[in-house]
């Protein structure tokens, strides 16, 4: 039954976003910052804060997921929020099988 479950995930076309949630020790971080930031635009801090992590952590994260461009940023005053791009919304479903998969791995 399992196995199933393994061969679904690689039948999914976005290679790099399964990299990036799977193909990572931190996969389970990066999407604990992408649920944060689909429901609102948070600052680092505020993700830090929120997922009781440390905020080289949330940057470290924060940057991968910007550089393949699923979150986008504005900076305000002084601080830099990160919102879900068009790219994330356009791959959202995928997104769910892929974090459904890890969640399922434990």
Do not use: A
């Amino acid at each position: 039954m399992k196995s199933k479950k393994h061969l679904g995930i690689w039948q999914i076309k976005n290679k790099e976003l399964i990299n990036l949630i799977v193909g990572r020790k931190g996969g389970e971080t990066t999407t604990k910052i992408i649920d944060k930031i689909l429901i609102k635009p948070y600052n680092i801090n505020q993700l830090s804060k929120m997922l009781n992590l440390d905020y080289k952590t949330v940057t470290y994260h924060i940057e991968i997921i910007y550089e393949l461009k699923y979150v986008e940023k504005e900076e305000f005053k002084n601080s830099t929020f990160y919102y879900p791009s068009k790219k994330l919304f356009n791959c959202i479903d995928e997104y769910k099988l892929i974090k459904e998969f890890i969640e399922n791995d434990k």
